[in-house]
């Protein structure tokens, strides 16, 4: 492509380019400081020695590297030894970090296995702008990521595939080879350890063109898959960190202007958005860096792109500039203002003409405008509502309740008003927690009722169904023991479900979280399951219509004051027909409570549930997590680690040291019940109505061990607890009810 450049044009862009340089090396770090490392500018606050960094948070290592051929300098964090490949003013630390692997010999023998970890000490993970991504045909690409607190967050993704041919034809990461997921977002992530496992057969079936797995963090849209990664992938790839000056908001760091960054007065503060901290900024009109004196500097717009219509002369002023139309023209001179125009005019006939047409003017709004004004704002209204009506699946859910026998009368609707006010507009400071469907707020009605509010998605589409999917199974269903659905909103832009509120957190914080104080009882952690057991039994067998959960975990298993199990998150639930047995459908579930034979025919049934509760049941017995990378290799997987510790008779070795003077031979009746549901073929599985039976049945035989009119330990606990407006509190138990920390799939293609 040729392109031409007029005479003028190149000499206004001489100019500018004269300038940019002057100014790079001027105004981008402190004087008698070095601007690069390398090939990598080096923007103060950042330096590469003490006395050019504003503080030790952004020293920059400047190494010297050398091959036999040539020798540079790369510059590097400190802390963490990671390459710097790019330095930003607005916030943005770009880095290079290599890739997590497994190998495998020919006959499925483990060669080397590398895990990677990311400790940063003073920036953050960018969880909005990275991404993990698995490459392989027998490949899980698993990652833990911990915040500024402590809290870890777990995530990861599948890669199966069969053979090239597979993959040649569409090179896209959608599972088949590769797969592709999102870090935990919301959090200020600081520590990140990510890893490569097989997932079935070491690779001994694909190791022809596919010896390894891989995992690796990577910046949005810097990775695109080749099937020639299959073979080898030994490469850096680039990840983007957040950084920020200090902990404080602008407004409390200005209280000390010693130790305020924006040092030249035409910038401004803004407050970081991912992490805590604030950065600057020069004022619209001005560029440079605003973290030095005299750094901002005015953009002369004259000598750049501006919108002077052709006659104006172009005037730069500090901050801005103006259009100077010629001699007995008038106007602006802009092209979006009032361009240059001839004022041959007389001044009388301008002001007669000017104030003729606002009168007319004037008129047509007072007789005509009020009257349409009103119409037009009713009817755009009305059309808004119905439009959200039907984007929030307002049809499918008349259809589907009529379909399964149900009514929109069961439940009530709530209007927007209702809901912004119990919620003070959705604030962030209400929200209990975020899962695979949305976003849950705590709300208090007008009634004074505390509830929970389900905000779907925002302009996801692949969300309605799920959304109307939990209205319909829930309008099915009637039980004590599941989470109650009040009603919902349709009018808004995203929809909105409104359930109970449920106080005590779930099961999963109770088990796993080690500043629970609140430790639970056997006889709590027996009645839980029978209690969850007679849900799903009820689900399978005593609904109008059966239905089958698909995700039943620990943490979707909530407690209410009293310590009763309360079953949520239906969003992934299915209502089987009365004339089907079984139904096919995508793989979808957590890993860790997956079941195999699901997981590998697609065929969903009753019994995928009961597989879900044994490893329910074994982690109340153990105390341990469904899956844990950081338990040894052996015990990774609870499901098969309780399995087989059953068949060594090693019970009483893996139990929760928090159970104590519980009877040995009721254990092992509990035990062989996780062992039955946690059976590979659905067919040799109980089926929940029997498990229920079966935990009732103990739990009545041995009630009098432990006397009828006695609190247990966990009761006595969970009554002392402070009730303040209506709502539980204590120190000990998160009020997080619905933080689920949960491991999503990619499982399209493959085997």
């Given at each position: 492509?040729?392109m031409?450049?007029?005479s003028?044009?190149?000499?206004?862009?001489?100019?500018?380019?004269?300038?940019?340089?002057?100014?790079?090396?001027?105004?981008?770090?402190?004087?008698?400081?070095?601007?690069?490392?390398g090939?990598?500018?080096?923007?103060?606050?950042?330096?590469?020695?003490?006395?050019?960094?504003?503080?030790?948070?952004?020293?920059?290592?400047?190494?010297k590297?050398?091959?036999?051929?040539?020798?540079?300098?790369?510059?590097?964090?400190?802390?963490?030894?990671?390459?710097?490949?790019?330095?930003?003013?607005?916030?943005e630390?770009?880095?290079?970090w290599?890739?997590?692997?497994?190998?495998?010999?020919?006959?499925?023998?483990?060669?080397?296995?590398?895990?990677?970890g990311?400790?940063?000490?003073?920036?953050s993970?960018?969880?909005?702008?990275?991404k993990?991504v698995?490459?392989?045909?027998d490949?899980?690409?698993?990652?833990?990521?911990?915040?500024?607190?402590?809290n870890?967050?777990?995530?990861g993704?599948?890669a199966?595939?069969n053979?090239?041919?597979?993959i040649?034809?569409?090179?896209?990461?959608?599972?088949?080879?590769?797969?592709?997921?999102?870090?935990?977002?919301?959090?200020?992530?600081?520590?990140?350890?990510?890893?490569?496992?097989s997932?079935?057969?070491n690779?001994s079936?694909?190791?022809?063109?596919?010896?390894?797995?891989y995992?690796?963090?990577?910046?949005?849209?810097?990775?695109?898959?080749k099937?020639?990664?299959?073979?080898?992938l030994?490469?850096?790839?680039?990840?983007?960190?957040?950084?920020?000056?200090?902990?404080?908001?602008?407004?409390?760091?200005?209280?000390?202007l010693?130790?305020?960054?924006?040092?030249?007065?035409?910038?401004?503060?803004y407050?970081?958005?991912?992490?805590?901290?604030?950065?600057?900024?020069c004022?619209?009109?001005?560029w440079?860096?605003?973290?030095?004196?005299h750094g901002?500097?005015?953009?002369?717009?004259?000598?750049?792109?501006?919108?002077?219509?052709?006659?104006a002369t172009?005037?730069?002023?500090?901050?801005?500039?103006?259009?100077?139309?010629p001699?007995?023209?008038?106007?602006?001179?802009?092209l979006?203002?009032?361009?240059?125009?001839s004022?041959?005019?007389?001044?009388?006939?301008?002001?007669?003409?000017?104030?003729?047409?606002?009168?007319?003017?004037?008129?047509?709004?007072?007789?005509?405008?009020?009257?349409?004004?009103?119409?037009?704002?009713?009817r755009?209204?009305?059309?808004?509502?119905?439009?959200?009506?039907?984007?929030?699946?307002?049809l499918?859910?008349?259809?589907?309740?009529?379909?399964?026998g149900?009514?929109?009368?069961?439940?009530?609707?709530?209007?927007?008003?209702?809901?912004?006010?119990?919620?003070?507009?959705?604030?962030?400071?209400?929200?209990?927690?975020?899962?695979?469907?949305?976003?849950?707020?705590?709300?208090i009605?007008?009634?004074?009722?505390?509830?929970?509010?389900?905000?779907?998605?925002?302009?996801?589409?692949?969300?309605?169904?799920?959304?109307?999917?939990?209205?319909?199974?829930?309008?099915?269903?009637?039980?004590?023991?599941?989470?109650?659905?009040?009603?919902?909103?349709?009018?808004?832009?995203?929809?909105?479900?409104?359930?109970?509120?449920?106080?005590?957190?779930?099961?999963?914080?109770?088990?796993?979280?080690?500043?629970?104080?609140?430790?639970?009882?056997?006889?709590?952690?027996?009645?839980?399951?029978?209690e969850?057991a007679?849900?799903l039994?009820?689900?399978?067998?005593?609904?109008?219509?059966?239905?089958?959960h698909?995700?039943?975990k620990?943490?979707?298993?909530?407690?209410?004051?009293?310590?009763?199990?309360?079953?949520?998150?239906?969003?992934?639930?299915?209502i089987?027909?009365?004339?089907?047995?079984?139904?096919?459908?995508?793989?979808?579930?957590?890993?860790?409570?997956?079941?195999?034979?699901?997981?590998?025919?697609?065929?969903?049934?009753?019994?995928?549930?009961?597989?879900s509760f044994?490893?329910?049941?074994?982690?109340?017995?153990?105390?341990?997590?469904?899956?844990?990378?950081?338990?040894?290799?052996i015990?990774?997987n609870?499901?098969?680690?309780?399995?087989?510790?059953?068949?060594?008779?090693?019970?009483?070795?893996?139990?929760?040291?928090?159970?104590?003077?519980?009877?040995?031979?009721?254990?092992k009746?509990?035990?062989?019940?996780?062992?039955?549901?946690l059976?590979?073929?659905?067919?040799?599985r109980?089926?929940?109505?029997?498990v229920?039976?079966?935990?009732?049945?103990?739990?009545v035989?041995?009630?009098h061990?432990?006397?009828?009119?006695?609190l247990?330990?966990?009761?006595?606990?969970?009554?002392?607890?402070?009730?303040?407006?209506?709502?539980?509190?204590s120190?000990?138990?998160?009020?997080?009810?619905?933080?689920?920390?949960?491991?999503s799939?990619?499982?399209i293609?493959?085997?």
């Amino acid at each position: 492509m040729t392109m031409v450049v007029h005479s003028t044009q190149l000499l206004k862009m001489a100019v500018l380019t004269v300038f940019f340089i002057k100014a790079t090396t001027q105004l981008l770090s402190l004087p008698n400081c070095p601007t690069k490392c390398g090939s990598v500018t080096i923007p103060f606050p950042f330096g590469t020695t003490k006395d050019c960094s504003l503080d030790s948070t952004f020293l920059i290592n400047c190494n010297k590297t050398s091959s036999s051929s040539t020798s540079s300098q790369v510059p590097s964090l400190p802390h963490s030894n990671q390459s710097v490949l790019n330095i930003s003013l607005n916030g943005e630390l770009h880095v290079a970090w290599p890739v997590a692997r497994d190998c495998y010999a020919e006959k499925s023998k483990l060669v080397s296995q590398i895990y990677r970890g990311i400790d940063l000490k003073h920036f953050s993970i960018s969880s909005t702008q990275n991404k993990l991504v698995a490459v392989g045909c027998d490949t899980m690409g698993a990652l833990t990521a911990y915040d500024d607190v402590g809290n870890n967050y777990t995530t990861g993704c599948v890669a199966l595939c069969n053979g090239l041919d597979d993959i040649v034809a569409n090179e896209a990461c959608s599972g088949t080879g590769c797969c592709e997921i999102s870090i935990p977002q919301g959090h200020v992530l600081t520590k990140i350890i990510y890893t490569s496992v097989s997932v079935f057969n070491n690779h001994s079936e694909v190791y022809d063109f596919n010896p390894c797995g891989y995992a690796f963090l990577v910046e949005n849209g810097a990775y695109n898959f080749k099937s020639t990664d299959l073979l080898k992938l030994e490469k850096e790839f680039p990840m983007l960190l957040d950084w920020a000056v200090g902990n404080q908001t602008c407004h409390q760091t200005q209280k000390d202007l010693s130790n305020y960054a924006c040092k030249d007065n035409k910038s401004t503060c803004y407050d970081a958005t991912e992490r805590s901290g604030y950065l600057c900024r020069c004022f619209h009109g001005y560029w440079g860096n605003p973290y030095l004196i005299h750094g901002c500097q005015d953009i002369n717009e004259c000598m750049d792109s501006n919108d002077c219509v052709e006659g104006a002369t172009c005037i730069n002023t500090p901050g801005s500039y103006h259009c100077l139309c010629p001699a007995r023209y008038e106007g602006n001179g802009k092209l979006n203002g009032t361009r240059c125009r001839s004022n041959t005019k007389s001044r009388k006939e301008i002001i007669l003409i000017t104030a003729l047409s606002a009168s007319i003017s004037l008129v047509a709004l007072l007789v005509g405008s009020f009257y349409a004004y009103l119409a037009l704002k009713k009817r755009k209204l009305i059309k808004l509502k119905e439009q959200f009506f039907q984007q929030n699946g307002g049809l499918l859910l008349q259809q589907q309740l009529v379909m399964h026998g149900g009514s929109d009368e069961t439940t009530k609707v709530f209007t927007v008003e209702e809901l912004n006010e119990a919620t003070n507009n959705f604030n962030q400071s209400k929200i209990l927690g975020q899962g695979g469907q949305g976003t849950v707020y705590k709300g208090i009605l007008q009634d004074k009722r505390i509830v929970a509010i389900k905000k779907s998605k925002i302009n996801d589409p692949n969300q309605i169904e799920p959304f109307i999917n939990e209205m319909i199974v829930l309008s099915q269903i009637n039980h004590r023991n599941v989470v109650k659905l009040l009603g919902c909103c349709l009018e808004t832009e995203v929809p909105l479900l409104v359930y109970e509120f449920i106080s005590n957190g779930t099961v999963y914080q109770h088990l796993h979280d080690q500043n629970q104080s609140l430790k639970l009882t056997w006889k709590t952690r027996l009645r839980i399951a029978k209690e969850t057991a007679g849900v799903l039994a009820y689900l399978h067998s005593a609904a109008s219509t059966p239905i089958i959960h698909r995700d039943v975990k620990s943490a979707n298993i909530l407690l209410d004051h009293n310590l009763t199990a309360k079953v949520s998150d239906f969003g992934a639930s299915r209502i089987v027909p009365l004339d089907h047995s079984q139904i096919t459908t995508l793989v979808q579930g957590t890993l860790g409570y997956l079941d195999p034979e699901y997981f590998h025919t697609s065929q969903l049934t009753d019994k995928s549930d009961v597989y879900s509760f044994g490893v329910v049941l074994a982690e109340l017995m153990t105390g341990k997590k469904a899956l844990s990378f950081s338990r040894p290799e052996i015990d990774r997987n609870l499901a098969v680690y309780f399995v087989s510790s059953m068949k060594e008779n090693r019970l009483l070795h893996i139990l929760d040291n928090n159970i104590d003077d519980v009877n040995t031979e009721q254990l092992k009746k509990i035990a062989h019940i996780a062992e039955r549901c946690l059976r590979v073929k659905g067919e040799e599985r109980p089926t929940m109505k029997e498990v229920a039976m079966e935990l009732e049945g103990i739990l009545v035989f041995e009630e009098h061990h432990w006397g009828s009119g006695k609190l247990s330990s966990d009761r006595a606990a969970s009554s002392a607890i402070n009730v303040e407006n209506g709502v539980y509190r204590s120190s000990t138990i998160s009020s997080n009810s619905y933080s689920i920390n949960q491991i999503s799939m990619s499982l399209i293609g493959g085997r």
